[in-house]
């Protein structure tokens, strides 16, 4: 790879994407970028690309944290750095892999050192490193939860904090954050979202003449990047000179009482949760003014940085698309261009108190004309008399006759074997119980099953496994103790060998793959039982989206089963794929099991961390030959052999009931729940009903 940067001026298209960095090369508080976009589309090129187009800056010489010799930071582990030389270098691009760890990122203390030495050796870490440069996270969806509080939080405060066992170090982290990621791979909690200043959405062109071009210029960059780089170089000085005008120009831009006043309605109107977005669009709108060499900020800088700052914040669920109406937005500016205007007082009424000229009972004015019969709703003097007396209010109402009597709904029956039924809707999501994997595991950090993980808390203590990370204090002291007299201790200080540390070892909660195995067969085409049935399927959905789960989901029906879901992160996705399933056919259930066992089979090599949950949702019915329910009870022994925890969701439905899905169940040595019992509410009543019932008998 050339180490020569595709210039930035050298890329094809996606303005937004240009404008939204550009901004925060201006100004940095408006809180970074996040690019949402398909695979292929050159976010990373474009990031890596604006670093280059920074102002250089000056940093104190030796310091490990770059601080400014003008301000220098007072906390700066390094030192004071009062009259110190500087000099001058470019701003850093640090690029954040998706598996760093905490310590990675913040720095790590060593310990043993601190304790043994009394000496705090800090080793800075990739926030360090950032400080007044770019921090780049690809795949930032990615990322565990944890490891993205952390760096949003270092980001909004500017400053990034070590805390190891009373050991503390603090420095200063203000850099410009760009996370890129692709929605197929699974969306970032709403909550992390809104931490973002800006999103961006880019796709590839669909223009054969812009995807020529671009072809045409990376082809001419491969062949020769610093010939390519040179015909740009005028446009990127030119750039980078606009940067820095913009930088010297934004403090005396002017935020007006009008365009304030825009911004909060436009903010109130979407009804964006919190502050932050009005915070962050008013930043927006001041860099933009800035941007364009203006000293006011303009409607059509409020209008610009609403469609930067808030679609990402629109999200209300996991199964929402991120999005801005743009007839509201033009609604509401309009609405709130105009200056304030005091309020006049109401003249008083010199009629007396009481209903209008329209007697008792008139709701209101005489219509103005404009429904289509005289009236806003085609009830004005022209409306036609309704075909029968008004429908009764009272509760003497005379009950219906023969002819007025409600329809009954006609029952929908399922589809000749064979035969696909169209797709019905799900039913609304609502909170389900709670599944676990049976044991402590060592998956990445969640909130489904027990695991030893990097949070939670303290259960024991053991040798330390590499690098001392997290001292267990008290054992590594009850483990130095019965050494000090041979080790010759002459003082009240402790000494210490490097078998006497412990680290702690913890406990919280991992996430796990849920993998959903659906019947879609003819006994489960009836509409009102497979509404039920995606109903149910979606809400665990959501638990695995809210748990930080994997999810896949196979389905079974016709002549075998198909993997309609490859495991991913994008809950989103399996909503969808959920929403057009259809029904009809057979019932393999057998295909559907040995289909899960092969699925987990590699899942378990490609992560052997994550462990799994199965989730079939069947009635038990298997069909096609006279083998067919054996062989489904052999394919459930295969994954009970292999310790897979299991959940059957039981659909069956009727006045009989033959009980095959609990006996598929016993053969996968897994729970069987009915489609009421997965209800968190129900079972949280049955519950109370039980520890009520012996207070009951004693009354």
């Known amino acids: 790879m050339s180490d020569v940067r595709y210039p930035f001026t050298a890329i094809v298209g996606m303005a937004d994407l240009r404008l939204g960095l550009l901004l925060n090369a201006v100004s940095p508080a408006v809180g970074g970028v996040l690019v949402r976009g398909e695979k292929g589309t050159a976010k990373s090129t474009m990031v890596r690309a604006l670093a280059g187009l920074l102002p250089s800056i000056a940093t104190v010489d030796g310091c490990r944290f770059a601080c400014d010799p003008a301000a220098p930071d007072p906390q700066c582990p390094d030192g004071a750095h009062d009259g110190a030389p500087a000099s001058a270098r470019a701003a850093r691009l640090v690029e954040l892999p998706v598996g760093v760890s905490e310590d990675r990122i913040v720095g790590s203390l060593d310990l043993e050192r601190a304790l043994a030495e009394g000496v705090k050796a800090y080793e800075p870490g990739l926030l360090a ?35 190891r066992e009373g050991v503390s170090v603090r420095h200063a982290a203000r850099f410009l954050l760009v996370g890129t990621m692709n929605p197929e791979e699974g969306e970032l909690r709403p909550q992390l979202l809104d931490r973002f200043g800006l999103t961006v959405e880019i796709a590839a062109t669909r223009e054969p003449a812009e995807r020529a071009e671009v072809v045409r210029r990376r082809l001419g960059y491969d062949a020769d990047p610093a010939g390519f780089a040179a015909r740009f170089a005028p446009d990127e000085r030119e750039l980078a000179e606009r940067i820095t005008a913009a930088r010297k120009l934004l403090p005396e831009v002017e935020l007006t009482d009008r365009a304030l006043r825009q911004i909060t309605a436009v903010c109130a109107a979407f009804e964006v949760d919190g502050l932050r977005a009005d915070i962050v669009m008013a930043r927006t709108a001041v860099a933009l003014a800035a941007w364009a060499g203006r000293t006011e900020v303009l409607e059509e800088d409020v209008r610009k940085a609403a469609q930067l700052a808030l679609p990402h914040r629109r ?3 996991p199964f929402d698309a991120p999005g801005l109406d743009e007839e509201q937005l033009d609604r509401t500016l309009a609405e709130h261009a105009g200056p304030e205007e005091p309020e006049e007082p109401a003249a008083e009424d010199p009629r007396p108190e009481g209903p209008a000229d329209g007697g008792p009972g008139d709701d209101g004015p005489e219509p103005d004309g404009d429904g289509p019969d005289g009236g806003p709703d085609g009830g004005g003097g022209g409306a036609p008399e309704p075909a029968g007396p008004p429908a009764p209010t009272g509760t003497d109402a005379p009950a219906p006759g023969p002819e007025e009597a409600p329809q009954q709904p006609v029952p929908v029956q399922p589809p000749a074997p064979g035969r696909e039924a ?25 909130r489904r099953s027990p695991a030893e993980t990097d949070g939670g808390h303290t259960i024991r203590a053991r040798r330390p496994q590499g690098r001392l990370a997290r001292l267990h204090l008290s054992a590594t002291l009850q483990a130095a103790a019965p050494h000090q007299v041979a080790r010759g201790r002459t003082s009240r200080a402790l000494v210490l060998a490097k078998d006497d540390f412990r680290e702690q070892v913890r406990q919280g909660r991992e996430s796990n793959l849920v993998l959903f195995v659906v ?20 809400s665990l959905l959501m638990d695995a989206y809210q748990r930080r789960d994997k999810i896949g989901m196979i389905t079974f029906r016709g002549a075998g089963a198909e993997l309609a879901l490859p495991p991913t992160s994008s809950v989103e996705v399996g909503a969808a794929r959920l929403e057009s399933l259809p029904t009809g056919g057979r019932t393999p259930l057998a295909a559907g099991l040995l289909r899960a066992h092969e699925v987990l089979r590699v899942e378990r090599m490609r992560d052997p961390h994550r462990r799994p949950l199965l989730v079939v949702v069947t009635d038990g019915r298997a069909t096609g030959d006279r083998d067919a329910v054996a062989r489904s009870h052999r394919a459930a022994g295969l994954l009970a052999a292999q310790g897979v925890t299991g959940v059957v969701l039981d659909c069956e439905a009727g006045p009989v009931r033959l009980g095959l899905a609990r006996t598929l169940a016993a053969r996968l040595g897994a729970s069987a729940v009915t489609l009421d019992e997965l209800r968190a509410e129900g079972v949280a009543s049955l519950v109370r009903e039980n520890r009520a019932t012996p207070l009951r008998k004693a009354a």
Do not use: C, W
């Open 519 to 538: 019947d879609a067969s003819g006994s489960m085409a009836a509409r009102q039982r497979m509404t039920a049935v995606k109903g149910a399927v979606l």
């Open 315 to 317: 999200r209300r669920n």
């Open 422 to 446: 169209a797709p019905v809707a799900a039913g609304e999501p609502y909170r389900t119980r709670l599944f676990k994997v049976d044991g402590t595991g060592r998956g990445a950090q969640g």
């Open 129 to 163: 490193q950032a400080h007044r440069g770019v921090l780049y996270i690809d795949e930032v969806n990615l990322l565990q939860d944890h490891v993205v509080d952390l760096l949003l939080d270092a980001a909004a405060m500017g400053r990034s904090y070590v805390e």
